[in-house]
């Protein structure tokens, strides 16, 4: 009996990682457990992606941060980013110097900043979704508008 | 203490001491040790389901804490109804019954053992003999908290 169970197991394992094998893995499907490290991201055309990737750089300096994603949008312009674990303590703090920071150093741009797991994992699925030739750039600021909404809900 | 022990007749003490040296001490650290993974385990349950809840629904990371607490709850209550909590309770302690988890349970058990006396002063009245205590105390710090908070905010300390 405790040999069919053996098999059983065995059987279950070899199946499992089989269908794993050369299947390609979302960031989005793993963006809670793994860096994603996503690139700067703009959905009006006109805007310029140097920038954007300034914003990222910059908010990425902050030392108690670890992953950073920025979406600009036409009037808006989303940060998102992970808190190492030791300092979710004082999150509230964070976002409030991450926000002066920005805003002192860009005074023209309107910023939405947020730690929420979930609003980076939507930023995440922004990117992905911006990468299929589907999602016009009109859909990409739909949806952060829908996102920055969702922010604004939580606070 | 000492008082108490002048007291007693010297037979009393004396089977005192009797029952001191036969009684079987309590395992504290096996059941420390118990509770603490019982308890982490259905503390990485409950981080599971919000991250489902996360990933798959509209929740964000401030209000996923409501869903994930109705869902540990009501599969604590299924567990016991199907005798099951108990059990883990038996085995892990405090581990179980401390986490939201307990709640369930206190609220469960407590309608399983009145239901003879009907549904309305049997289950109905008695299911939140146990848990009713963790709700008034709840909902009263919460409101000491909250008053707290509120003056600080009013006072410029937060």
Not at chain 1, 44 to 67: A, C, F, G, H, Q
Not at chain 2, 149 to 155: E, S
Request: glycine content about 6%; charged content about 20%.
């Amino acid at each position: 009996m405790n040999y069919i169970h053996r098999l059983i197991l065995f059987a279950c394992l070899i199946l499992l990682s089989s269908c794993n094998q050369h299947q390609q893995v979302k960031d989005s499907q793993l963006a809670f457990m793994k860096t994603t490290n996503l690139n700067a991201v703009i959905t009006d055309r006109n805007k310029s992606l140097d920038r954007v990737k300034e914003i990222k750089r910059d908010v990425s300096r902050v030392p108690e941060l670890y992953d950073v994603a920025v979406v600009e949008g036409e009037k808006n312009t989303l940060v998102v980013y992970k808190v190492k674990h030791m300092h979710r303590f004082r999150m509230k703090k964070i976002e409030k110097n991450v926000t002066e920071m920005l805003e002192k150093k860009y005074p023209n741009e309107k910023f939405t900043v947020s730690s929420d797991y979930k609003i980076f994992l939507e930023s995440v699925r922004l990117y992905e979704r911006m990468k299929t030739a589907k999602f016009s750039h009109q859909d990409a600021e739909k949806r952060l508008k829908e996102i920055v909404k969702m922010t604004k809900d939580t606070k | 203490m000492a008082s108490k022990q002048n007291k007693m007749t010297p037979q009393q003490q004396n089977y005192q001491k009797l029952q001191q040296k036969h009684e079987i001490k309590r395992p504290v650290l096996k059941n420390c040790l118990k509770a603490f993974l019982v308890g982490g385990l259905i503390c990485v349950i409950g981080q599971a389901i919000s991250y489902f809840y996360l990933y798959f629904f509209n929740f964000t990371e401030q209000n996923v804490g409501n869903p994930t607490v109705a869902t540990m709850v009501f599969l604590s209550m299924l567990l016991t109804g199907f005798g099951l909590y108990d059990r883990l309770g038996q085995f892990a302690g405090a581990g179980s019954a401390v986490p939201v988890t307990g709640f369930g349970n206190a609220v469960i058990s407590a309608a399983i053992e009145h239901r003879t006396e009907g549904f309305v002063l049997g289950v109905g009245g008695n299911m939140f003999k146990l848990a009713g205590s963790v709700i008034l105390f709840g909902v009263f710090s919460a409101f000491v908290v909250a008053l707290i908070k509120t003056l600080l905010v009013i006072w410029g300390v937060l």
